[in-house]
T-cell receptor, first 113, second 115 residues
Framework: DTAVSQTPKYLVTQMGNDKSIKCEQNLGHDTMYWYKQDSKKFLKIMFSYNNKELIINETVPNRFSPKSPDKAHLNLHINSLELGDSAVYFC????????????FGQGTRLTVV | KQEVTQIPAALSVPEGENLVLNCSFTDSAIYNLQWFRQDPGKGLTSLLL?????REQTSGRLNASLDKSSGRSTLYIAASQPGDSATYLC??????????????FGKGTHLIIQP
């Protein structure tokens, strides 16, 4: 069983479109995250979210928004896509406040053309 | 603001050698430190997790150490094999906000093991 799963694995779309990436975890974790890996392979946190609080990295444009229908899911919505949004997006999960191991999904490679 | 630095950025060694990857971080207020492996076009695989109260962790041929006070960690790979070729990422979880800020990553060490 996959611990953290993301769909789709690849996403190619035109500038200006709105798209979503889905993430699900079956680990019983209470906190989920979205990370962005840019063209230079550098990983940076975008959001962390549990059922109490959403923490947004200040550098993330407000075109990006996380949506959590329940504790096991955290989807990433992106509005008005731009060329610079092309990257690999990773979902992750862990237990907040305990400092447990973070588990990552396989990533979604987004290409904006 | 936490910053994580990994040295070297790239390393190429013959098979069988023992090697050390270095990681340093600027803020010692951490919950834990995690080492990951990333293969080209793939996701992140967790290798070792060291809690802030621990000094080292071992898994097979891998040994990771942590010196929180000096802000340093090393990943030791014994008897390297071509299958170890990958990018190795170091990440720390800060303990401000209960760890809700997520992991801060280094830029990785790209490792090539020559057969």
């Amino acid at each position: 069983d996959t611990a953290v799963s993301q769909t789709p694995k690849y996403l190619v779309t035109q500038m200006g479109n709105d798209k979503s990436i889905k993430c699900e975890q079956n680990l019983g974790h209470d906190t989920m995250y979205w990370y962005k890996q840019d063209s230079k392979k550098f990983l940076k946190i975008m959001f962390s979210y549990n059922n109490k609080e959403l923490i947004i990295n200040e550098t993330v444009p407000n075109r990006f928004s996380p949506k959590s229908p329940d504790k096991a899911h955290l989807n990433l919505h992106i509005n008005s896509l731009e060329l610079g949004d092309s990257a690999v997006y990773f979902c992750a999960s862990s237990l907040l406040g305990v400092g447990t191991e973070a588990f990552f999904g396989q990533g979604t490679r987004l290409t904006v053309v | 603001k936490q910053e994580v630095t990994q040295i070297p950025a790239a390393l190429s060694v013959p098979e069988g050698e023992n090697l050390v990857l270095n990681c340093s971080f600027t803020d010692s207020a951490i919950y834990n430190l995690q080492w990951f492996r990333q293969d080209p076009g793939k996701g992140l695989t967790s290798l070792l997790l060291i809690q802030s109260s621990q000094r080292e962790q071992t898994s097979g041929r891998l040994n990771a150490s942590l010196d929180k006070s000096s802000g340093r960690s090393t990943l030791y790979i014994a008897a390297s094999q071509p299958g170890d070729s990958a990018t190795y990422l170091c990440a720390v979880l800060g303990n401000s906000g209960g760890g809700a800020d997520g992991l801060t990553f280094g830029k990785g060490t790209h490792l090539i093991i020559q057969p």
